[in-house]
Nanobody, 122 residues
């Protein structure tokens, strides 16, 4: 089992940047594919990005491709995501999530953080 805690959210102007972090507990972080999801008010939660357990493979939603970068540091049990060129439509609660194995999928995540707010003003 793994516990996840997000940090780094906040309020930023359109065009600005943020870096989200997700700290994972446990000694098996490197066995999990990790993902970021987000949920805007009144909308369904959606996939944003994912990274394989080794960090070699990544996957992005079309809406964030070229603007967001997911990465991980297995030695520090940390998942990161750099958010650049932010838009008001990126406003949402962002969640990190973990799924066992090395498949970089948009579903099947068993463990979730509590979420952190990102607000982009126009």
């Amino acid at each position: 089992q793994v516990q996840l805690v997000e940090s780094g959210g906040g309020l930023v102007q359109a065009g600005g940047s943020l870096r989200l972090s997700c700290a994972a507990s446990g000694r098996t972080f490197s066995t999990y594919t990790m993902g970021w999801f987000r949920q805007a008010p009144g909308k369904e939660r959606e996939f944003v990005a994912a990274i394989s357990n080794s960090g070699r493979r990544t996957r992005y939603a079309d809406s964030v491709k070229g603007r967001f970068t997911i990465s991980r540091d297995n030695a520090k049990n940390t998942l990161l995501m750099q958010l650049n060129s932010l838009k008001p439509e990126d406003t949402a609660v962002y969640y990190c999530a973990a799924r066992p194995g090395d498949l970089v999928l948009t579903f099947g995540y068993d463990y979730w953080g509590q979420g952190i707010q990102v607000t982009v003003s126009s």
